[in-house]
């Protein structure tokens, strides 16, 4: 059930993150930088709201490369979606061969010692 928990928080603050991060190249492109950065940190305040306590209960069972390299996963998880549908941009091979490059970092640091 933690590990299930910690999953969903980190979907859920990773799409927050997504659109901090990335959203203004599309809505403010225009706008003054100042507007775009204060936009971003009002939608970060969202994401750790989730993220920190997802990271608290991921750490109950996880170990922290354990923890980061999950939250990598998702992160890029959350970004193709993201990246397709609402920045309109295409993927290309080297994409999925960065992606099977994180499986296998999921493999070996999940694999016991």
């Known amino acids: 059930m933690t590990l299930a928990k910690t999953i969903f928080l980190l979907i859920l603050s990773n799409v927050f993150m997504t659109f901090a991060w990335y959203a203004h190249l599309k809505n403010l492109r225009t706008a003054p930088l100042i507007v775009a950065i204060l936009a971003s940190w009002g939608i970060a305040f969202f994401e750790y709201m989730i993220q920190v306590p997802a990271n608290r209960i991921g750490y109950s069972a996880l170990t922290l490369p354990q923890l980061k390299i999950l ?19 295409s993927l290309t091979w080297n994409h999925l061969f960065a992606a099977i490059c994180l499986l296998g970092a999921v493999y070996f640091i999940f694999k016991p010692q």
């Open 71 to 89: 939250q990598e996963v998702i992160t890029l998880t959350v970004f193709i979606p993201f990246a397709l549908f609402y920045m309109k941009e």
